[in-house]
């Protein structure tokens, strides 16, 4: 049976995160997360609570309560990084020299360009959902 700091370790490495961002966005000492993914230490119930919340993940699983990893607020993420990428690119777009038939793109077509290609993201991710619905409902 796996201890609670290999399955933290586990599920670190599963979000591909190194010890350092971890430490970080769960708010506690490095050397500290590295004395319980270790075995020399155990968290406390509060910081299990704040590493899962960091990974993403339930508490269930560091605790040893279910075997699987579930990942929570997916969804939530994965639009949050869509939203910082579409910012990226927008910002990039305004200060590169972009040309459209051979004049400087206008910032309305810029605005145009980042909004047809969210609206595109958006519509494949609602059809791999009702996709998945149709999966487990023929599941069963």
């Not at 399955?7 to 590295?34: D, F, H, W």
């Not at 119930?45 to 279910?66: R, V």
């Not at 929570?72 to 990428?85: G, R, S, Y």
Request: aromatic share 4%; charged share 30%.
């Amino acid at each position: 049976m796996e201890t609670m700091g290999e399955r933290i370790a586990k599920a670190r490495m599963y979000m591909n995160l190194n010890q350092r961002e971890l430490a970080k966005k769960a708010n506690i000492a490095e050397p500290t997360l590295s004395r319980y993914e270790n075995g020399y230490r155990e968290p406390k119930a509060g910081t299990i609570s704040q590493i899962a919340e960091a990974l993403g993940i339930s508490a269930d699983y560091i605790l040893g309560i279910t075997d699987t990893i579930e990942v929570i607020n997916k969804d939530e993420n994965n639009l949050i990084a869509i939203e910082d990428m579409f910012d990226d690119m927008n910002i990039t777009l305004h200060n590169s020299s972009c040309l459209l038939y051979g004049k400087p793109v206008s910032d309305k077509t810029i605005e145009n360009i980042v909004s047809a290609m969210k609206g595109a993201i958006l519509l494949s991710i609602q059809e791999e959902k009702e996709r998945e619905l149709q999966n487990k409902s023929k599941d069963k």
